[in-house]
């Protein structure tokens, strides 16, 4: 495999669907939630093509699923955060490559960042949890900047804290999401091909690389 063009100075990695299958976490939850409310359960299909654009996008979504009114939103978000502390990293597992594949990114020497839209606190102690803390030098959430992937704002405020140019920074991800923000902040993106799409297919989505596990990033 060719060497990453432009040559990177640094690199951003989403989380969900790119370094850990949360998905049974996501519906494990969910399923709680409407269980409190006495409102029926959710699909994993339904979870897996709906998650990625933030915990508020999600939970709307499933109420407008179960046919319940937005208005059961704050009592559905206040449950969810409870459940999701409790099983954060419970029903989810490391995706293979990805070990071998942060190793050889943090060999490079260079600045990483875990770039997500699930909420900070969440993201954190699943990393921990998960032991992939270690090979970040920050971690931002979905609630740490005024706009959430696909908007280029978390892109760009990460470069920043890394001292990384946009144009030679590396977006890691699984989705057009993650595409769509990277296109706009400037910064060359790498698709998985393993992960939550929307139900879309990955290869559909402009990229300057496309990888079917982490370890293959670096050739």
């Known amino acids: 495999m060719p ?6 100075t640094a690199f951003m ?16 939850v969910l399923n709680r939630v409407l269980a409190d409310m006495g409102l029926p359960a959710v699909g994993r299909d339904f979870v897996e093509h709906t998650i990625g654009q933030g915990s508020e996008h999600l939970i709307r979504s499933v109420l407008t699923e179960v046919g319940a009114p937005q208005a059961h939103y704050e009592q559905a978000w206040a449950l969810y955060q409870r459940h999701y ?5 419970e029903h989810a597992d490391v995706f293979p490559g990805v ?5 050889a990114l943090k060999a490079l020497g260079l600045p990483m960042a875990c770039l997500t839209n699930k909420p900070a ?30 908007d280029p704002m978390p892109l760009l405020k990460t470069c920043e804290a890394l001292g990384s140019a946009p144009a030679t920074t590396w977006m890691i ?5 993650d595409a769509r923000a990277a296109h706009a902040a400037g910064c060359p993106i790498a698709l998985v091909s393993y992960g939550y799409n929307h139900g879309q297919l990955i290869r559909e989505v402009p990229a300057e690389r496309y990888i079917d596990r982490l370890d293959e990033l670096l050739g």
């Open 3 to 8: 060497a990453l063009d432009p040559t990177p």
């Open 13 to 28: 990695l989403d989380l969900d669907g790119t370094l850990v299958d949360t998905l049974g976490d996501f519906v494990a």
């Open 85 to 89: 502390e409790v099983l954060n990293g």
């Open 99 to 103: 070990i071998e594949g942060l190793d």
């Open 121 to 150: 606190a969440f993201a954190r102690e699943l990393l921990k949890r998960k032991g992939l803390d270690r090979y970040f030098d920050r971690v931002f959430g979905g609630d740490d900047f005024e706009r959430k992937k696909p």
């Open 173 to 177: 991800g699984d989705s057009s999401n």
